[in-house]
């Protein structure tokens, strides 16, 4: 089975502060997403990558930057948090395009 | 830009029973995937049943199964014998053969009563 695994389930952060989401994958997939949840608006895109050092803007990449050194491993940083920046924060990623996306358990973050 | 809509935030069901979700999307393309993913209260999703457009027959799963109408632009969800684990928010997708995009619908939480 795929395994998609995200470094925290719950952050809290101060606003301005700078945060890592970090997300592995163990099934040498090329592609690797971010995604935010909020209620009403389904997931939206953020960023995406499909190689390593490889990075495409999603939907809503404002506030938000990524980083991927190595192919299993996908992080999302927040150069400095604010408040609407408060989300669930969901990593996906899949083998090639069109195959579906296989999903990590989620990060809630709380920036105060 | 394809955009899809899910328009029960809310449905309920009894066990046992049937219920059907409904998903619609916008797209002037001819090839594309539909997915029905499927996030319990524990929040991992998992993707339920998967659609490619260029197959005329809908896709089942067990007791999942679709209702797949391309001229409409439909792609409904129907779970037979419902069960209590069913319970969950469900999320239809969009996924174009051309890129990377996948889109998501705001999503229906269904609740399933005893």
């Known amino acids: 089975d795929v395994k998609v695994t995200q470094s925290s389930r719950y952050l809290v952060k101060r606003t301005g502060e700078k945060v890592f989401l970090e997300c592995v994958q163990d099934?040498?997939?090329?592609?690797m997403f971010w995604y935010r949840q909020d209620p009403g608006l389904g997931l939206r895109l953020i960023y995406f990558?499909?190689?390593?050092?490889?990075?495409e803007k999603g939907d809503i990449p404002e506030g938000y930057s990524v980083s991927r050194e190595k192919k299993e491993r996908f992080s999302l940083i927040l150069e400095s948090a604010s408040t609407n920046q408060t989300s669930m924060y969901l990593c996906?990623?899949?083998?090639?395009?069109?195959?579906?996306?296989?999903f990590g358990p989620g990060t809630r973050l709380t920036v105060t | 830009a394809q955009t899809v809509t899910q328009s029960q935030p809310e449905m309920s069901v009894q066990e046992a029973e049937t219920v059907t979700l409904s998903c619609t999307y916008d797209?002037?393309?001819?090839?594309?995937?539909l997915f029905w993913y499927k996030q319990p209260p524990s929040r991992q999703m998992i993707l339920v049943i998967r659609?490619?457009?260029?197959?005329?027959q809908n896709a089942t799963e067990n007791r999942f199964s679709v209702n797949f109408q391309k001229a409409a632009k439909s792609f409904s969800l129907k779970i037979s014998d419902s069960q209590l684990g069913d319970a969950a928010m469900y999320f239809c997708?969009?996924?174009?053969?051309?890129?990377?995009?996948?889109?998501f619908g705001a999503g229906t939480r269904l609740t399933v009563k005893p």
């Open positions: 797209t002037s393309e001819s090839d594309y995937y």
């Open positions: 996906a990623s899949s083998l090639g395009t069109p195959v579906e996306q296989y």
């Open positions: 659609q490619e457009a260029y197959k005329q």
């Open positions: 997708a969009y996924r174009s053969l051309n890129n990377n995009d996948m889109r």
């Open positions: 990558s499909y190689d390593v050092k490889m990075k």
């Open positions: 099934m040498d997939h090329e592609n």
